[in-house]
């Protein structure tokens, strides 16, 4: 029977849904909106009923987070509540009825996505691992990878610099870029730690789309197929679901020896994130002070 | 309990979580601890005349000088649009009535409550996270998630609760307006097609939980049975308490 995080919204079944529910993660830039579109025609030739969701495109919130966000005064507790209303609508109302009518549900980003990015915004940890502890458990989490430079050159040739994206709410500097690459560090660095957490299926996003494609398909069709299922399934039964409260991988302090400018940054940041569940504040100092 | 103990050890504190990466963690643990503002918040169900007792105290506290804001339950002008397209095409279940109104809440608080609590405001607020806690318990949402939920808030100064037994308040409303809301009756719930009865069968549940907070945050029980008055003076009494304490608040200017 499918799981929850540890609780579950009232009136949900969970017998009944026989679908998959297959969710792209990754930062901006990392190609999930074009796998995503490549993955639906596949599944749907192959003769699969798809839905595909992702974040901020439910009947419900939708128009209110667009609103909120041409402000200049959006919280963030308030930013973090309004896209878990958002994501619980969806849930209710697009997720859970697919499943229950055996659709593959492709869902472009989940609650790591909102968790990594209220995290970054200094939101507790225990308290966002709370709010969705009434998520699924998804069948598989595909995690596209890339780094921050390819991350940059992806976001600048495409949409340009926008205040959320660069983080200028939390990381304010003296220009766009500057916040941008910091934010998009800090949440790199937020990813890794939940790709521990939450047993990502880790896959590289920096190799063109149709090598990315075709590694989704292969563990797509595993996931699909009954022998393969089982496997999966094994590989994961490791790992129990964690329910609330959940507890925080603690990483290994970084080491700071490095003395390439970027992999500074990149531990600054990643220690940043460490420093909020006071597991390396120490480390944060002293890298502060190396500075 | 008073805010000056309560904010930084409290079931709800301390808001400081919410530092910005770039800070410390709890660097709020400095000596003074707490604001300097303070909060009242007065809950109750509806009937219990609990927003004509605040409305009073609030007269008072400006007529005594004190720099007074009041922030009303459902009010956040960021969130008033979705509140409405959900109430108004029934949209919400359970769920997401209840992450609505925390998104509600959420920004009044970061925009207006604990910036004002730190300013030194006294801040009075006509329902406050007990009635969350109260209605989406009734509705069926987990007890311990919905109070993780809020854990972001201010805790109170002081939370009076307006007890009041369910016949009474439903006769001051029905004699008072016509017809309930379709959420405000629970109608979501299907507990019964008349609005009138499906009322009164939620607001029971509400009246039950409200009972269990009692003890469970030292919620300040005032008798709403009692004439309007002798409920005044005793929540100005327990107000004043607490604004006597208080070295740093503001004066109207």
């Not at chain 2, 504190?13 to 009242?40: A, C, M």
């Not at chain 2, 009010?75 to 209840?98: E, I, M, Q, R, Y």
Request: net charge neutral.
């Amino acid at each position: 029977m499918r799981q929850t995080y540890g609780k579950s919204l009232p009136g949900m079944k969970l017998n009944d849904l026989a679908g998959k529910l297959i969710v792209v993660e990754g930062t901006d830039g990392a190609g999930r909106t074009t796998q995503i579109n490549l993955l639906k025609s596949w599944l749907e030739e192959m003769g699969h009923a798809v839905l595909d969701t992702g974040i901020a495109r439910s009947t419900l919130a939708a128009d209110g987070i667009h609103r909120a966000k041409e402000g200049n005064s959006l919280g963030r507790a308030t930013h973090s509540l309004f896209y878990a209303t958002d994501f619980i609508d969806r849930l209710e109302h697009e997720i859970v009825p697919a499943l229950r009518a055996g659709f593959i549900v492709l869902t472009d980003r989940y609650i790591y996505s909102l968790m990594a990015r209220a995290s970054v915004r200094g939101m507790d940890s225990a308290w966002l691992r709370s709010m969705y502890s009434v998520a699924l458990v998804p069948d598989a989490v595909f995690y596209l990878r890339i780094g921050i430079e390819d991350l940059i050159s992806r976001v600048i040739f495409s949409s340009g610099f926008d205040y959320w994206e660069s983080g200028m709410d939390v990381f304010p500097g003296k220009d766009m870029y500057e916040s941008f690459r910091k934010y998009q560090v800090a949440l790199l660095a937020e990813f890794e730690r939940l790709s521990m957490e939450f047993n990502f299926d880790v896959i590289d996003g920096s190799a063109d789309a149709k090598t990315v494609l075709i590694e989704l398909q292969a563990r797509i069709l595993r996931l699909l197929g009954t022998d393969g299922r089982r496997e999966y399934r094994s590989r994961a039964a490791g790992r129990p679901v964690a329910p609330i409260p959940f507890r925080i991988e603690k990483r290994p302090a970084a080491s700071w020896q490095s003395t390439n400018d970027n992999e500074l940054d990149a531990l600054l940041y990643a220690a940043f994130v460490n420093a909020q569940t006071n597991v390396a504040a120490s480390t944060f100092r002293a890298l502060n002070k190396a500075r | 309990m008073d805010i000056t103990d309560s904010i930084h050890h409290g079931r709800f504190g301390p808001f400081e979580i919410f530092h910005p990466v770039d800070q410390p963690l709890f660097k709020s643990t400095r000596d003074d601890s707490g604001y300097p503002g303070r909060l009242f918040v007065v809950e109750g169900i509806d009937g219990s005349g609990k927003s004509t007792q605040l409305s009073l105290l609030h007269k008072w506290l400006e007529a005594k000088g004190y720099g007074v804001v009041f922030s009303q339950w459902n009010s956040s002008p960021l969130v008033k649009d979705t509140t409405k397209l959900g109430k108004k095409k029934k949209l919400l279940t359970a769920g997401t009535f209840s992450l609505i109104h925390a998104t509600d809440f959420a920004d009044r608080t970061e925009r207006s409550i604990l910036p004002l609590l730190k300013a030194g405001a006294v801040v009075l607020c006509d329902r406050y996270i007990y009635t969350a806690f109260a209605r989406d318990v009734a509705r069926g949402m987990d007890r311990d998630w919905v109070r993780g939920l809020y854990g972001f808030a201010v805790k109170p100064t002081v939370a009076f609760y307006f007890r009041v037994p369910l016949e009474t308040a439903i006769s001051r409303l029905v004699t008072a307006r016509d017809g309930f809301k379709f959420y405000e009756a629970g109608m979501d719930l299907g507990l019964s097609d008349d609005p009138t009865e499906s009322f009164r069968l939620f607001q029971g549940r509400i009246l039950e939980e409200y009972e269990k907070m009692i003890p469970e945050f030292g919620l300040n029980v005032i008798d709403a049975t009692l004439p309007v008055e002798v409920q005044q003076s005793q929540v100005r009494q327990i107000a004043k308490r607490h604004l006597e304490k208080a070295k740093e608040l503001r004066v109207r200017p």
